[in-house]
């Protein structure tokens, strides 16, 4: 044991490292973003987002960096703010976009539709990318004659700009089940809060990590 950065109740944390070397920890939940020169700390408290002078609630969020080290963090508050800043340590940031989901992503989809937990990044072009959990209520065990088939987990937006985006509806990029080398799989009841672990000679991402939960079938097992 070394220190306390966070005192609860923070969850949902995206670590991720500055231009300038250091590390910033975002989160879900009360407290502040910090900063530290070192994963020891000591930490310090990062400024939130102001925008001409007032505060701007930034629930969920998803922070990247841009390959001119420019910061964007998006941010889920019933809709989808993207700010961007050339100085995160001082705290100013600008509206860039409010993103327009498609019907089966937005508050127009029906109620049994939902999206949450972003994670924004920039591909080797400079085109960004966005994942989220997306899940549908009527999945589950026994299942429903409606529920989505696979199971809805995920879904994916790019854009060029960073402005304007388009959204895969028809296709999500990885569903609820993992497959192992030994060829036997694991079936999961939920697959949330994506996030991308990336190789740093290329850029691209190498691992996706999740928080999930097991579904355990007793008279099928996996």
């Not at 300038?20 to 530290?36: E, T």
């Not at 409010?98 to 992503?105: D, G, R, S």
């Not at 609820?176 to 079936?187: E, P, S």
Request: glycine fraction near 8%; include cysteine.
């Amino acid at each position: 044991y070394h220190d306390t950065v966070l005192a609860p109740e923070c969850h949902n944390a995206s670590p991720l490292r500055a231009p300038n070397g250091s590390y910033l920890l975002f989160h879900i939940g009360s407290g502040s973003w910090n900063a530290a020169d070192s994963p020891t700390g000591p930490w310090r408290k990062l400024p939130s987002i102001f925008v001409d002078g007032k505060h701007e609630p930034c629930n969920n969020p998803a922070p990247m960096f841009a390959k001119n080290g420019t910061a964007f963090v998006g941010c889920n508050d019933g809709s989808f703010q993207i700010y961007r800043s050339d100085d995160i340590f001082a705290g100013r940031w600008s509206l860039v976009t409010t993103l327009a989901f498609p019907p089966a992503w937005s508050s127009a989809a029906p109620g049994y539709l939902k999206n949450e937990d972003p994670y924004l990044w920039m591909d080797a072009r400079g085109h960004f990318h966005l994942l989220a959990h997306r899940y549908d209520y009527r999945d589950g065990y026994p299942k429903n004659p409606n529920q989505t088939m696979p199971v809805l987990v995920s879904g994916h937006g790019y854009s060029v700009n960073g402005i304007d985006w388009d959204f895969n509806v028809a296709q999500q990029p990885y569903d609820a089940v993992i497959f192992f080398q030994n060829g036997t799989k694991q079936h999961l009841s939920t697959y949330e809060r994506p996030h991308l672990v990336f190789d740093t000679e290329t850029g691209q991402p190498t691992h996706l990590v999740n928080g999930v939960s097991p579904y355990w079938n007793k008279d099928k097992p996996c």
